[in-house]
Nanobody, 127 residues
């Protein structure tokens, strides 16, 4: 059973940076997709960034040029570097994994295509 544990959320002022981490057990990032989603109150869950293995990295238009997804295979950890944060980036951020691939390669991301989810980490950006 794949388990995902996020960390790194917090409160920052606009223009600041945070780096989210997602450590996986069992899953070794060797296939399928890893992604970050976010969910703000009153809004739909949004796919923020996806890393397909093998394949491409994709970002939502709202975060392009500011967010960067990466992974450290040795640590079984996925990262989301978030720079120049804006108040509208405030949300609960979730790490998701789909080792089998399939529809997770589609864009925009569909949350239903990911089987495994972390518990979420809160990001709050003040103006």
């Amino acid at each position: 059973q794949v388990q995902l544990v996020e960390s790194g959320g917090g409160s920052v002022q606009a223009g600041g940076s945070l780096r989210l981490s997602c450590t996986a057990s069992v899953y070794t990032f060797s296939s399928g997709c890893m992604a970050w989603f976010r969910h703000a109150p009153g809004k739909e869950r949004e796919g923020v960034a996806r890393m397909a293995i093998p394949g491409t990295i994709r970002y939502a238009d709202s975060v392009k040029g500011r967010f960067s997804i990466s992974k450290d295979n040795a640590k079984n950890t996925l990262y989301l570097q978030m720079d120049n944060l804006k108040p509208e980036d405030s949300a609960m951020y979730y790490c998701a994994a789909e080792p089998a691939g399939g529809r997770c390669y589609l864009w925009p991301l569909e949350a239903g295509t990911f089987h495994y989810w972390g518990q979420g980490t809160q990001v709050t950006v003040s103006s």
